[in-house]
């Protein structure tokens, strides 16, 4: 069985069977390599990380940042989201490079409800409410507004910046106040972007309210003066002295810009 047979010399036929085998052992191995290629690429795409990640990319609110490009004419010029511009003009950029941020410092980054007391603004005289209860309410019903606690701060301060949504129509209504569904963010000279309360906070929570004519609602957050990038992975710098706006919105309701500066 082993010895070969046949016309030709014995080491003709030895030749071809050694091709033979190595020919098949070279297909084994190539059909080995690509089944634990398979099976590797499966085993990662099912992973928890790689699951959460397509989930909160499919349920996460797909509402832009409030731009300068939509603010009235004193605002700054369209940006580019997701950048950090230049400095302003007369100041250097801080050397200063931190980590992403830790839960701890995240938690102090939310926007939360502010029940400071505030006077009410003139609404229009109030009609009869539905019999089916409070409509909901459209952005032509609501103002939203954007405030920061004193216009000028030190670079070492850690200013409130706040979002404030009135009802101005002549009725009661009812909108989604979701933290998701809010965004607080400011801009520097040239419409760069510099950080957004969305972007290493951005948890979805239920705060479905009714809201009375004339009656502010604010949220606030007490920023740290750093900047931030969609999803807080790259790290934050202090923002340095210089002139910069500030701007919310609820959806896409959007504030005006708010003025503020930044001292040494």
Known sequence: MWEPVGPLPASVYWRRRWVAIASTATVLVIVAWAVVIVV???????????RAA???SASAPQQASPSPEVAPASAPPPAQPGTVGPAPTGSSPSSEQLPPSSGAAIAAEQLVPDDTPRQSV?????????ATGPVPCTNEMLTVGAEIDRPEHRVVDRPVLRLVVTNVSDQPCIRDLDSARQEI???????A???SSNDCVNASTSDLRTL???????????WAGRTSTPGCAAPRTVVPPGSYNVMARVDN??????PFRRLP
């Open 40 to 50: 590797a690429s499966a085993a990662t795409s099912n992973t928890p990380t790689t």
């Open 54 to 56: 397509v989930h909160s």
């Open 122 to 130: 003139p609404v229009p005289p109030p009609v009869p409410v539905p």
């Open 185 to 191: 963010v400011v801009w520097g000279p040239g419409g």
């Open 193 to 195: 972007r510099i950080w």
């Open 212 to 222: 009375v004519p004339g009656q502010p609602v604010a949220f606030a957050v007490r």
């Open 253 to 258: 309701a959007i504030s005006a810009a708010t």
